[in-house]
């Protein structure tokens, strides 16, 4: 992240109703040559792949969202395991966006299938290879452990939901628990959970997603989780502004990464031109702003 | 589910170290023949079908564990939708056990792919064609809404996290907010939810998970929520016990259904005997059991 200069996560959460036009140049020739799902997603790993190759050198993580691979079904995930090594081959970190939660024995599973790989009768299965996954607290510490087991194991990370960019994300994540709202409770938690997973440079393995368009709660949530990496949705098309961040990089300039998916991808929407040249130009305005903002804060 | 007399949910969650012997045994002769993600999905795609053919009949749905399919990445989700199809075809309902719960525009990403199909420019991508999923509430009201309206176009259903059957379930979903736990909060959320989706038998398309493991608390969430089907997973292998949830049968026949994996699938490890006729015993006795306690309640 230093070494790039960038605090940038080029969020992917790909629509097949607006790829960008080389997708749709380089699909197979023959529409009856492969079924609708396999050339959607030949086509989505096109447009991802360009992406990365426009904005990904400003950026210093990719952010897949799996929803927008699993919606076409087995070609959508061979094609999302296809974009993470291509990522990783840039030297881009690689975040699974899922959400994922659930109790500790299918937690173990998904673990296996994000970070790690699945033992099985004729030799393991590799899983998906990211970097980093992002992860739902509700059902308890019991669930997040054994992503933290296998992160603090392949050197990876995970980043747990403590207040999402939503408008309805209030409703019970600031709700108020023992006289404190729901968020923060889940930052002390997110705390915790990463006391055994901190490295040498004092951020932990287990991070924490706070909305940026609440920028207002960053500096309580810091407090209570002084050493997980804060990755921040909802920048530009959620309305979130970078300038309001300062909170995060608190204690180290690693101490944040700011997600953007649709201002990146979609930024020739506004900007006119290439969708390359438009995702480069933001990609990097944002990498600006936000490096700026971290050695003020640091 | 009443012409089945039947409220039992056979769980797939397939470890591909412990699938039934024909699994290995139909596999392709040749290692070489296809990669080992392939080679594994096949397998456990045999042992489902499997499990199916010999618990099926007892049962009124299958819920698939979908981390489980995930983790074998493309092949993986490939032979979940063969499964879904095999199961939909012996006139079972299926669920996919997900627990997704997003942002509303990945959360129609997650229902177009779950319960529809996805635009694109090739055409629709047809989705997974499950009849019900699981949601996490975490990000509120806004997150459920695209799948509750989704179901609803659809006939399908949603069952909603609301008290999970992990020992670490007490942390937060127990929690005290504004007086009362979180379950109870989140049984509300449920069925408000719900109400402009409640079909002509007065139960709703927005349903509850609550585990079999805190049969006490039944009671109470079916007050909170009357209109909802509860899924209650972890009887059996979890220590949860079928005479003990009574109350969730209490407005109609059909207003539970209880969930069993292990302690199906993995009966004959218990009962000793083949695989199919273990799986077929333990599946008709807990159908006996559950359709019993449901004419008492209801």
Same mark, same amino acid.
């Given at each position: *992240? =230093?070494?790039? !200069?960038?605090?940038?996560?080029?969020?992917?959460?790909? &629509?097949?109703?607006?790829?960008?036009?080389?997708? %749709?140049?380089?699909?197979? /020739?023959?529409?009856?040559?492969?079924?609708?799902?396999?050339?959607?997603?030949?086509?989505?790993?096109? #447009?991802?792949? /360009?992406?990365?190759?426009?904005?990904?050198?400003?950026?210093?993580? @990719?952010?897949?969202? =799996?929803?927008?691979?699993?919606?076409?079904?087995?070609?959508?995930?061979? *094609? =999302?395991?296809?974009?993470?090594?291509?990522?990783?081959? !840039?030297?881009?970190?690689?975040?699974?966006?899922?959400?994922?939660?659930?109790? +500790? @024995?299918?937690?173990?599973?998904?673990?296996?299938?994000?970070?790690?790989?699945?033992?099985?009768?004729?030799? +393991?299965?590799?899983?998906?290879?990211?970097?980093?996954?992002?992860?739902?607290?509700? %059902?308890?510490?019991?669930?997040?452990?054994?992503?933290?087991?296998?992160? @603090?194991?392949?050197?990876?990370?995970?980043?747990?939901?403590?207040?999402?960019?939503? +408008?309805?994300?209030?409703?019970?994540? &600031?709700?108020?628990?023992?006289?404190?709202?729901?968020?923060?409770?889940?930052?002390?938690?997110?705390?915790?959970?990463?006391?055994?997973?901190?490295?040498?440079?004092?951020?932990?393995?287990?991070?924490?997603?706070?909305?940026?368009?609440?920028?207002?709660?960053?500096?309580?949530?810091?407090?209570?989780?002084?050493?997980?990496?804060?990755?921040? +949705?909802?920048?530009?098309?959620?309305?979130?502004?970078?300038?309001?961040?300062?909170?995060?990089?608190?204690? #180290?300039?690693?101490?944040?990464?700011?997600?953007?998916?649709?201002?990146?991808?979609?930024? #020739?929407?506004?900007?006119?031109?290439?969708?390359?040249?438009?995702? /480069?130009?933001?990609?990097?305005?944002?990498?600006?702003?936000?490096?700026? %903002?971290?050695?003020?804060?640091?």
């Amino acid at each position: *992240m =230093l070494e790039r !200069r960038s605090q940038v996560v080029l969020g992917l959460d790909p &629509d097949p109703m607006a790829l960008w036009p080389e997708a %749709l140049a380089e699909g197979p /020739a023959s529409p009856g040559g492969s079924d609708v799902a396999e050339r959607t997603a030949m086509a989505v790993a096109v #447009h991802c792949r /360009a992406a990365i190759e426009a904005a990904g050198g400003a950026c210093v993580a @990719v952010k897949l969202q =799996l929803a927008c691979f699993e919606r076409l079904g087995g070609p959508g995930w061979s *094609m =999302l395991a296809e974009v993470v090594a291509y990522a990783r081959a !840039r030297g881009l970190l690689t975040i699974a966006d899922g959400k994922r939660g659930d109790v +500790p @024995v299918t937690a173990r599973a998904y673990a296996q299938g994000l970070l790690g790989d699945t033992p099985g009768p004729f030799g +393991p299965v590799p899983g998906l290879g990211a970097d980093a996954v992002t992860l739902n607290p509700l %059902l308890g510490v019991d669930s997040l452990e054994p992503f933290v087991a296998r992160a @603090v194991g392949e050197g990876a990370g995970c980043f747990v939901l403590v207040r999402t960019s939503n +408008p309805g994300a209030a409703e019970l994540q &600031d709700a108020s628990v023992g006289g404190s709202p729901l968020h923060e409770r889940l930052a002390r938690l997110v705390h915790e959970a990463g006391e055994q997973a901190t490295g040498a440079c004092g951020l932990s393995s287990v991070g924490v997603v706070a909305g940026a368009t609440k920028p207002g709660l960053l500096a309580r949530l810091r407090e209570l989780a002084p050493r997980a990496i804060f990755l921040m +949705p909802g920048v530009g098309a959620q309305g979130g502004r970078v300038e309001e961040l300062g909170p995060a990089f608190a204690p #180290h300039p690693a101490g944040g990464l700011v997600t953007a998916s649709r201002s990146i991808v979609d930024a #020739h929407r506004e900007r006119g031109g290439h969708p390359a040249g438009a995702a /480069a130009a933001a990609a990097d305005e944002l990498r600006e702003a936000a490096w700026a %903002l971290s050695r003020a804060a640091g």
